[in-house]
């Protein structure tokens, strides 16, 4: 089975804290992501990473930044985490070629105060 | 642009019922891929079916079956006697063929009576 874990299930940070959401996912998968999801909107796309060291903005990739040093693990990055970041935060992975069904991880909630 | 529509925010069936949750895209292409995943409260989000444009046949998965009409750009989950555990949110999402983001809508949170 596919496993992508992230590192915290809760968290609550400071505004104007830098904070650090990592994924690692275990099948060998060229594709990671990171979504946000906010009731009424669904998933929306902040950025991925096809290839290590490799990243594309999604729809909203404003006030993230993000790292893919190594291809199991990818990490994104708030560098000044606000109040409009509170949300749920899902990583997911998934092969390149086929389907590529996407497997997601538990995700993160994460409270800015 | 690709654009995923779940015009049903929130839907209930009787357990042991049929429900159907409707969902629509817009594309340009003709080669892609459609999938339906399930958020149980507070759980993973995980695959439920998938469908590949280019079959004609609908894709089925014990009590989960889809029904794909390419031409109208409709693809919707049916599930068939409903369980309790079939309570969650329920994610469409579209994948065209030559690239990775996916595209999912907004949801449909779906009740099951008991």
């Known amino acids: 089975d596919v496993k992508v874990t992230q590192s915290s299930r809760y968290l609550v940070k400071r505004t104007g804290e830098k904070v650090f959401l990592e994924c690692v996912q275990d099948m060998d998968h060229e594709n990671m992501f990171w979504y946000r999801q906010d009731p009424g909107l669904g998933l929306r796309l902040i950025y991925f990473?096809?290839?290590?060291?490799?990243?594309e903005k999604g729809d909203i990739p404003e006030g993230y930044s993000v790292s893919r040093e190594k291809k199991e693990r990818f990490s994104l990055i708030l560098e000044s985490a606000s109040t409009n970041q509170t949300s749920m935060y899902l990583c997911?992975?998934?092969?390149?070629?086929?389907?590529?069904?996407?497997?997601f991880g538990p995700g993160t909630r994460l409270t800015v105060l | 642009a690709q654009t995923v529509t779940q015009s049903q925010p929130e839907m209930s069936v009787q357990e042991a019922e049929t429900v159907t949750l409707s969902c629509t895209y817009d594309t340009s292409e003709s080669d892609y891929y459609l999938f339906w995943y399930k958020q149980p409260p507070s759980r993973q989000m995980i695959l439920v079916i998938r469908?590949?444009?280019?079959?004609?046949q609908n894709a089925t998965e014990n009590r989960f079956s889809v029904n794909f009409q390419k031409a109208a750009k409709s693809f919707s989950l049916k599930i068939s006697d409903s369980q309790l555990g079939d309570a969650a949110m329920y994610f469409c999402a579209y994948r065209r063929n030559t690239g990775n983001q996916f595209y999912f809508g907004t949801g449909t949170s779906l009740t099951v009576i008991p």
């Open positions: 990473s096809y290839d290590v060291k490799m990243k």
């Open positions: 469908q590949e444009a280019y079959k004609q």
């Open positions: 997911a992975s998934s092969l390149w070629r086929g389907p590529g069904e996407q497997f």
